[in-house]
């Protein structure tokens, strides 16, 4: 029973593997060819009669290192003075509040229409901020961004503009990197992002597929929020859960690929890992929450198939987790059908690592951005990312689960430190370390040395055929388990 058990967990969870994979490869084919037959959406002319009025929300908490580059940058928007506002959401309880002040004090006394708003409490975290800032402001548009952007000053006026058709409810920019270059950590994450905003955006949206906010860098109209009744916190990706009730209700949203606002990546693998986590569970959550009413509404069939593989596809660590864990223990059970078992297993992985090799590939010669990377220099990138996150499927399964079981946490800040590619120390990197190594990390350390020790003890036997994946495991849970209790001997 034991057997049959471990071979299905096995085969359902490297078939689900396989199918996410090739959902992002179709992902790929769809952005590819929309690119190819120049079908991507049409950047509109520039907004004409008098402009709307706007205002730009910046919601922050302890971003002590970044708030004044942050306003000092909001400010030099090219925009009418009188139909655009600002507002510095400021939740901290730090020194934070006191660098915002004197910042805005000085911004005000020079003209610029700017509050720094502190809330009573911060019930509801970042959509609770985001909810009470639209009470003191009545414009007609909201443009959102996090702490570590840095919008180009034409942001507002080349947005604006595609709200001409008033069916349009958000549009969504494309995210640079200021520090993409700074470390390996970085660069990963610059590549996974990037591929975000090139194959899954730009896909979903040649598909009429549903796209989402992703919580800075983008505008909404103020309409379509109130009618998809407001910023709610009972998930932890607000941004991904309004999103999906906008566009439920029939709003069109918008991928505009060619403007691009600057932003800062975490340097810290506790910054990463607490993002995706955050990131991890909120999508648990809000597919939890959603997933019924995508499947009742009016969209076609395949609009809810790709949205229902989007708000799912955090589920992909709790697979990878699972098939590490069968692969490693069905040796050990081995059946009269182990080999016909373990083929299987290896052509779902093979398929589904060829899937992701075409997604990526296609991310980088397709996307708008600098076609630098050689084939052999993507291959390795995208074989050292996945081994990165089959390294941190065990600490982003327990998010896919609380969020699965409404097992509700806080939300946890991703910190900003004011870092660029230039950047030779990390400026207070002890205030931002973890105080202590969690236990999941002792945990992956001990899953890199079971699975490099099973290649040395799997050496002539059957549980050979699985040697690639010991290995590709081992590497992954090695590396960000080092990396965390690196980073921690340093704080």
Not at 138 to 161: G, M, N, S, T, Y
Not at 280 to 287: L, M, P, Q, R, S
Not at 379 to 400: E, Q, Y
Request: net charge positive; aromatic share 12%; hydrophobic share 45%.
């Amino acid at each position: 029973m034991l057997r049959i058990i471990i071979e299905l967990a096995g085969l359902l969870s490297g078939a689900a593997i396989m199918v996410f994979g090739l959902a992002q490869g179709y992902l790929a084919f769809l952005y590819w060819r929309s690119k190819k037959n120049n079908n991507s959406i049409e950047i509109p002319t520039p907004w004409s009669g008098p402009y709307p009025t706007v205002l730009i929300q910046l919601p922050i908490f302890n971003e002590q290192y970044v708030v004044e580059r942050l306003l000092r940058n909001v400010v030099k928007m090219d925009y009418p003075p009188d139909k655009l506002s600002i507002q510095l959401l400021d939740d901290s309880d730090d020194e934070t509040c006191v660098i915002a002040a004197r910042v805005i004090a000085e911004l005000r006394k020079a003209g610029h229409n700017i509050t720094h708003v502190q809330r009573p409490d911060h019930v509801g975290f970042k959509a609770g901020a985001l909810e009470y800032g639209m009470g003191l402001d009545k414009a007609e548009f909201i443009a959102i961004f996090d702490a570590d952007f840095l919008p180009r000053p034409d942001f507002v006026k080349q947005v604006v503009a595609y709200f001409a058709d008033p069916k349009v409810g958000m549009v969504q920019t494309r995210w640079e990197h200021l520090n993409a270059d700074y470390s390996i950590i970085t660069r990963l994450m610059a590549f996974a992002i990037d591929n975000h905003f090139s194959v899954e955006h730009g896909g979903r949206q040649a598909s009429n597929g549903f796209i989402n906010f992703n919580g800075t860098g983008g505008m909404w109209r103020r309409k379509t929020i109130i009618d998809a009744g407001g910023w709610r916190s009972d998930t932890l990706t607000e941004d991904l859960d309004l999103s999906f009730r906008s566009q439920i209700l029939g709003w069109k949203f918008i991928f505009a690929e060619n403007i691009t606002t600057p932003s800062e990546l975490p340097v810290q693998m506790s910054a990463v890992r607490s993002q995706q986590f955050r990131w991890t569970k909120g999508a648990a959550e809000t597919g939890r929450k959603t997933l019924s009413n995508l499947w009742n509404s009016n969209a076609p069939l395949g609009t809810k198939v790709m949205g229902s593989f989007h708000m799912l596809n955090s589920f992909i660590f709790l697979f990878l987790f699972v098939f590490g864990i069968s692969t490693a223990l069905l040796p050990f059970i081995a059946g009269r059908h182990f080999i016909l078992v373990a083929t299987i297993l290896n052509v779902m992985i093979v398929t589904s690592m060829f899937a992701t090799l075409f997604t990526y590939w296609t991310s980088r010669r397709s996307g708008d951005f600098e076609k630098s990377h050689s084939s052999s220099s993507l291959i390795t990138t995208t074989m050292t990312f996945t081994a990165l996150a089959t390294g941190l499927s065990m600490h982003c399964s327990r998010a896919v689960l609380q969020g699965l079981f409404g097992q509700a946490t806080p939300f946890v800040r991703t910190p900003k430190l004011n870092v660029t590619a230039e950047t030779t120390q990390v400026k207070g990197q002890k205030a931002y370390n973890i105080a202590r190594v969690p236990p999941v990390v002792y945990l992956e350390l001990i899953m890199a040395f079971c699975f490099a020790a099973l290649v040395v003890v799997g050496f002539g036997t059957p549980a050979m055929i699985f040697a690639g994946i010991y290995i590709f495991y081992a590497i992954g849970f090695a590396v960000v388990s080092v990396l965390s209790l690196w980073e921690a001997r340093l704080g």
